[in-house]
């Protein structure tokens, strides 16, 4: 059975840093796109940040600049660096990815979410 588990978060001032983690374990064949997508009170859930298998990234607008993700193919791992943290960035975090696994073709799976507070 596929899960995604995330790692780290927590609470942080402006300004500073956090590191976000996932790993994905189960049985899995390959795994695509992986990313990060945070929600808000309020507010619908929203990109923030994905990598293809190969490497390819993609930023939301607002994070480009101060936050890095990054992954590990062979380990199943997805990392989100963000730096220069803002109030606005306070949100639960949720880790996605799209995974293969036995008698299942791909679709896409979500971790149980993170939060992330930033202090003005």
């Known amino acids: 059975q596929v899960q995604l588990v995330e790692f780290g978060g927590g609470l942080v001032q402006t300004g500073g840093s956090l590191g976000l983690s996932c790993a994905a374990s189960g049985g899995i064949f390959n795994i695509n796109t992986m990313g990060w997508y945070r929600q808000s009170p309020g507010k619908q859930r929203e990109l923030v940040a994905t990598?293809?298998?190969?490497?390819?990234?993609k930023y939301a607008d607002s994070v480009k600049g101060r936050f890095s993700i990054s992954r590990d193919n062979a380990k199943g791992t997805v990392n989100l660096q963000m730096n220069s943290l803002k109030p606005e960035d306070t949100a639960v975090y949720y880790c996605?990815?799209?995974?293969?696994?036995?008698?299942?073709?791909?679709?896409?799976?979500w971790g149980q979410g993170t939060q992330v507070t930033v202090s003005s």
């Open positions: 996605n990815a799209n995974i293969e696994s036995p008698g299942t073709y791909f679709r896409d799976y």
């Open positions: 990598i293809t298998r190969s490497g390819s990234t």
